[in-house]
Each structure stands twice: as structure tokens, then as C-alpha cells.
């Protein structure tokens, strides 16, 4: 037995019902799913609301956190304290919240020292009416406050279309949601710090939920980043090659489409794997879509073959 093949850490997924969510993660992804209202599949995730349960091999049961604490050598001994990233497969049958997250340095002072949250998502599908919030078209705060206090949302909020393969990064401070027939994989930071800025005037159980208007207030940029900035098409990108998607102060992200092979070296402190099509194999062991999987610390030479598609996330620590 080849001894790298052991060392790759599959996880078990942690699933979220959500008032928007769907039932594909079960129909289309080999999934379990607790209900049809299944919104989020944690797959790569060490939080304390979703803590991945490690499948196979010699650390089969463990807890991610408590690996991560454990077995700092598995990760390259990055020396942070907690597990950096987050990893999610979103079905959005309807839309989430718009909301807004903090900067670290923001959550650090109001938010018992818990980390902000940069985010990014790559999206495996949409229907010719999806569409995303991405920002605002207030040109000063005076103008965003009194939008927001007078409930002008259709005027304040960006909306705009996307479809598959779009790419789009979400920095601290920008308001966002994602509408209906999304899918969505989302790498994070490993934060759940969320100021909901407006719920479509819904009932939850007869209740609105509650919404952060002075939190969000103190956060949103003014003016936003333009929107050109913010999304990329990476429908062309060239097969059999990893393909840098983003690469910002928290993580860096890459879409690999496999059409025959691709080799690499692990070179990272860790890698994090989520296969979004098709199946073939990792150095002899058989992986398909819907797996999740880290990479450890010198895990050396990478051969995948096989007829798939793998978005590959990594930290920029270490
Ligand atoms: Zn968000």
C-alpha cells in the first residue's frame, strides 16, 4: 500500500435546514440529507456549529478542531489557533437574507475576538432568472443611512445575474445574498459573524428574524467595489491545469477540470479538495463528486486522472 494514500483526511459533511434551502444536495449530490430544506453542506469545516467528523483511515472518527489541535503537523504547524477555512456546497431554492460581515479587526472588538469573514463563491449552477445582491448604489453614508432607514431597498441594493461557472468574491463590508436556483461552493473565512441587513419582510414562526441595522451600518463600505471587480467568468479556463482563481490575504482559490491527468506538488501547508464532477482518482485512490478531502502537510506529488472537476482552496498562512 502506497503510505500517502492514508494520509488524505476524507470528511463527513455537516448539512444546515434553511428556510431557502432545497433538496438537491440529495438528488443530485450523493448526499443524505436531513430534509428538503437542506441549504448547506458544511464540507470542509472545523467550527464549533459544524465541526466535520474525519471518514476513513488512521484518524477515522476525529473531530477536524480536534485534529487541527492534536495533530498540528498534519497542517503544517501554522501556528494559528483555529482551523482557518470553511468549505460549503449551497442549494438556494429561494433567497437568503441580505447581509453584511465584519473585517477581522471589526469582529475582533465587537465580536468576543472571533474572526471576520471573507468569502467567495464559485457557482456549479444556476437558472436564466438567478440573480445575486453584490453591494449597493448609495454614493455616501449620509445616503446609505437614510436608504436603509426609509426601507428603499430596491433602489439601494445591486442585483445583478449570474450563471455557472461565474466566480465572485465578497470582501468584508459588502452587502450580498444569493437568490433562487443557485448552487454555490463557498470557501470562507472560518467565521459565522453575519449583520442581516434586510429579510424580504419574512415570518419566521409568526416573527420577523432579527436584523443588525447598527452593526451592518458601522460596517458596509461606501462607496462599493465596482462590480466588475467583484465577478469573473472562468468558463474558458484550460483544461488538465490548475487554474488560480482568487488569491487574497486569507486563501487562495483554484479550478482544476481534469479531462485526462494533472500532476502537482502539495506544496502548501495544506490543501483542501472538493470534487464538483465526475470521478476518477488521486494517486491510485477513487474519488467522486461530492467528495471532500485535505491534503496534509507534505503530502509531495499529486496525480489525479480521471474525468473531473476539483475546486482546490488553500490558506495564505504559512
Ligand atoms: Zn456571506
Redo the contacts with the bound molecule.
Keep these: 500500500m502506497n503510505c500517502q494514500e492514508q494520509s488524505i483526511l476524507f470528511m463527513n459533511p455537516v448539512f444546515k435546514q434553511m428556510l431557502w434551502g432545497g433538496d438537491r444536495l440529495g438528488k443530485d449530490w450523493p448526499y443524505q440529507i436531513p430534509g428538503d430544506d437542506t441549504g448547506e453542506c458544511w464540507a470542509i469545516s472545523a467550527h464549533p456549529n459544524g465541526d466535520c467528523i474525519i471518514k476513513g483511515g488512521k484518524y477515522d472518527g476525529y473531530k477536524l478542531s480536534i485534529l487541527w489541535e492534536k495533530e498540528p503537523q498534519l497542517f503544517g504547524n501554522t501556528g494559528l489557533d483555529q482551523f482557518p477555512l470553511l468549505v460549503k456546497i449551497i442549494n438556494a431554492e429561494g433567497c437568503s437574507s441580505i ?1 453584511v ?1 465584519p473585517d477581522d479587526a471589526y469582529a475582533k472588538n465587537h465580536e468576543n475576538g472571533s474572526l471576520g ?1 471573507m ?1 467567495c463563491w464559485y457557482v456549479l449552477d444556476g437558472r436564466e432568472d438567478s440573480t445575486i445582491v453584490i453591494g449597493h448604489n448609495a454614493n455616501t453614508r449620509e445616503e446609505l443611512k437614510s436608504m436603509v432607514e426609509k426601507g428603499e431597498w430596491k433602489e439601494l441594493i445591486r442585483e445583478v445575474h449570474v450563471e455557472k461557472d461565474d466566480f465572485i468574491q ?1 470582501e468584508p463590508g459588502t452587502i ?1 445574498t444569493f437568490g433562487g436556483g443557485l448552487m454555490i461552493l463557498e470557501v470562507q473565512q472560518n467565521s459565522d459573524i ?1 449583520y442581516r441587513v434586510y429579510d424580504f419582510d419574512r415570518l419566521t414562526n409568526g416573527k420577523p428574524r432579527e436584523l443588525h441595522l447598527d452593526n451592518a451600518l458601522e460596517v458596509i463600505s461606501v462607496p462599493p467595489k465596482p462590480l466588475a471587480e467583484c465577478i469573473k467568468k472562468t468558463g474558458n479556463m484550460p483544461e488538465n491545469t490548475m487554474n488560480l482563481l482568487i488569491e487574497c490575504d486569507y486563501y487562495r482559490v483554484w479550478k482544476l477540470d481534469i479531462s485526462k491527468s494533472v500532476a502537482f506538488k502539495q506544496d502548501k501547508p495544506f490543501m483542501l479538495m472538493s470534487v464538483t464532477k465526475g470521478e476518477g482518482n488521486l494517486n491510485g485512490t477513487m474519488i467522486k463528486k461530492g467528495d471532500h478531502f485535505i491534503l496534509p502537510y507534505d503530502y509531495g506529488d499529486v496525480n489525479l486522472e480521471g474525468e473531473l472537476q476539483i475546486i482546490v482552496s488553500a490558506c495564505n498562512c504559512g
Design positions: 447581509q460581515h469573514k468569502e465578497i450580498h453575519t
